[in-house]
């Protein structure tokens, strides 16, 4: 073949023979370099051989950097199909173990140079290397990373335009593993960037679906973490001009520590079920609207039940409707709370008709304290003024000594 050159090969075998248009051959030594750097130390296995398709049986192959046990067999039209190698070379490959470095994939496909991942591999290939399916599919990478199942991929070598649809029977992994993933374009040999928020999950462990592209894709399955349990019916999109990424589906959360994802120590695990539509570049930026329930959400080191929500939250902000059924507090809120400048705004009305303020470690006291009152707000407080006003209506005071009805308190205040 015309773009082919092995300067130096030695093969060794027995029991040549030819059947029809094939050569048969036990091999028992094969090794080679090719001009464009290919190296096979060894080859050896029961081998056949035709214009057709090269089959290798009880298959030894290794080269500086991967070593395979198998069987694999190629099959083509005719010998002029290798020089389409990704689109015309149908696979049949069952790896018994294998260590695969991807960088000597790429010399049979040129998209994937620059690629420096070595995984070890078991199970059962087929298709071309563009249209690939994968079966009882073992594969480790990395220090931690396990993943098994099975999948199928349309569209290698070029990653970022390969569709996948991905049945996971385990998945285990951290950030520091998917650090190590390459990131196209391969040849400037970068790696897959990890959030901060990924470090903080920990270990993760998926189970579950994955179809889509790298960048837009849905997952469906559940997610444990080193931080709390997720499970997810999510569509996500990246647009790789802008980084600014959606996520749209249901979410539930099951004593997710959200105050260590978002390292902020007032707050803590939460326990949801939740339709989420999301945007932004990152958990700090992100903005999500949500509807449903929170069945337990840790606040300044209180747990708080029974909330349902309907709304816009941003990281310090929420503006919608909210509800607590918790015995230490129950409340009814609709407006906004806005934290995320330097002082507080908020416009807001919440009615609370029943606070513990002993429970809500809002008073030092050993006694019964229970407060009830109707909350009107609306500007911005900062701490030498109020620009807006306040109104808590119907005031109710309750302690061990008795009831209290305290009546309005109005609050209000301008600059000119």
């Not at 990131?183 to 999950?201: A, D, I, T």
């Not at 499970?231 to 004593?255: I, K």
């Not at 009814?332 to 002082?343: E, Q, T």
Request: net charge negative.
């Amino acid at each position: 073949f015309s773009h082919i050159d092995i300067p130096d090969a030695t093969v060794a075998g027995s029991d040549l023979r030819v059947a029809g248009d094939s050569i048969v051959v036990q091999l028992t030594t094969l090794h080679l370099s090719e001009q464009c750097g290919l190296r096979v130390e060894e080859l050896t296995g029961s081998a056949t051989v035709s214009g057709r398709s090269i089959r290798v049986d009880h298959m030894h192959l290794r080269t500086p950097r991967s070593e395979l046990h198998g069987q694999y067999k190629m099959t083509s039209t005719n010998w002029r199909a290798y020089s389409h190698y990704i689109d015309s070379v149908y696979m049949r490959l069952d790896v018994d173990t294998a260590l695969l470095q991807f960088a000597d994939v790429a010399w049979f496909a040129p998209q994937l140079r620059g690629v420096d991942l070595p995984v070890r591999v078991k199970g059962n290939f087929r298709g071309t290397v563009s249209e690939l399916k994968g079966r009882n599919v073992d594969l480790w990478f990395g220090e931690r990373s396990h993943f098994k199942g099975k999948g199928e991929l349309s569209g290698l070598p070029n990653m970022k335009g390969t569709f996948m649809v991905i049945d996971v029977d385990e998945l285990t992994t951290d950030a520091a593993d998917l650090g190590v993933l390459p990131q196209p374009p391969f040849s400037e040999g970068g790696k897959l960037q990890m959030p901060v928020e990924v470090e903080r999950l920990d270990n993760i462990a998926f189970r579950g679906n994955f179809t889509g592209f790298l960048n837009s894709f849905t997952a469906r399955g559940r997610t444990r973490t080193g931080i709390g349990d997720l499970a997810t019916s999510l569509s996500f999109r990246r647009d790789t001009l802008t980084n600014v990424f959606s996520a749209e589906g249901h979410l539930a959360t099951t004593d997710f520590d959200i105050g260590r994802l978002v390292n902020d120590g007032l707050v803590g695990a939460i326990t949801s079920d939740l339709q989420v539509s999301a945007t932004g570049k990152d958990l700090n930026s992100m903005k999500a609207d949500l509807q449903g329930t929170v069945a337990s959400f840790g606040f300044n080191r209180k747990t708080i039940t029974s909330i349902t929500l309907n709304g816009r939250l941003e990281r310090n902000l929420f503006n919608g409707t909210a509800s607590i059924d918790d015995p230490k507090l129950q409340l009814d809120f609709i407006g906004l709370a806005d934290l995320r400048g330097r002082w507080p705004k908020v416009d807001f009305q919440s009615t609370i008709y029943h606070a513990d303020l002993r429970a809500l470690d809002l008073l030092p006291t050993d006694k019964y304290n229970v407060a009830a009152a109707v909350v009107r707000a609306a500007g911005e407080f900062a701490p030498d003024s109020l620009k807006g006003f306040i109104a808590i209506e119907d005031i109710s005071y309750c302690t061990a000594e008795g009831d209290h009805e305290l009546g309005d308190i109005l609050v209000r205040s301008d600059r000119q």
